[in-house]
């Protein structure tokens, strides 16, 4: 019976990645004709069958450009990033993308050690910063093995040293992996998904208004009251906005 449910597993899996891959096969297809509404409706059913990966989002994301829609690219230029923060092509047409929106928010500029820390971190993916902590544990395991069985001193010495170093940026690139993990969880990034939106002093729609937010700007979230969200803009504004007049990157 185990071995029934494997086989359908596989299969399934199986006939999921070529329909996928043919999906995105023909969303390019039809982004290269020109037809771009056609070509994200293709790239939307890859989503909606549960594929993510930042060529899809990058795909998905050039579409909407094309398009001149404001929010939808800059939202899945934001998702394609965050998959693979070192693509310089996204990090290009994402800012390409900014360009096209109204609102001109500066940011409070981060000094000190935290603040470097934090750029390092965020330079790469929790994803690799682990799996390099993976590969230097295998590296050390390796190197203590043939500094074992080693009868040379010379090379007792340099396997031992070596393993050594590998034990310490083991522990650095795990520091960093769990960083990476702790600012991903404070990071509540979305992306303002209306025309013009009015964001209030409080939670209710009686309250005085504090700023107004237009279509593509990327707001943190800080807390949420019913149908409102607490949001906080790069210049360090604070206010309340309706539920519906973002959408958050972090959700799938």
Known sequence: MKKIIYIYIVFISTFSFAQNSSLFEQG?????????DQAILK???????????????????????KLNH???????YEKALQLDPTDKEIQNNLGF?????????GSVPEVGLTN??????????????????????CLFVLLFLFYYFAYST????????????????????????????NLDKLNRPAIVFVQESQVKSEPNLRSTEAF????????????????????????????WILNQDIKALNEI
């Open 28 to 36: 390019n297809a039809l982004y290269n004709e020109g037809d771009y």
């Open 43 to 65: 790239y939307e059913a890859i989503l909606n069958n549960g594929e993510h990966s930042s060529e899809l989002y990058f795909n998905l994301a050039n579409a909407h450009y």
């Open 70 to 76: 404001i929010a939808p690219s800059i939202y899945y």
């Open 97 to 105: 993308a900014r360009n096209m929106t109204i609102d001109a928010i």
């Open 116 to 137: 470097y820390l934090n750029n390092i971190t965020n330079k790469l993916s929790f994803d690799f910063w682990a799996k390099t902590s993976v590969a230097f544990v």
């Open 154 to 181: 010379t090379t007792k010495r340099l396997t031992f040293v070596s393993s050594m170093v590998c034990i310490g940026l083991t522990c650095i690139t795990l520091l960093f992996a769990f960083h990476k993990d």
């Open 212 to 239: 107004i937010l237009h279509e593509g700007t990327k707001v943190q979230i800080l807390d949420t009251v019913n149908n409102w969200k607490k949001i906080k803009l790069s210049d360090g504004k604070t206010g």
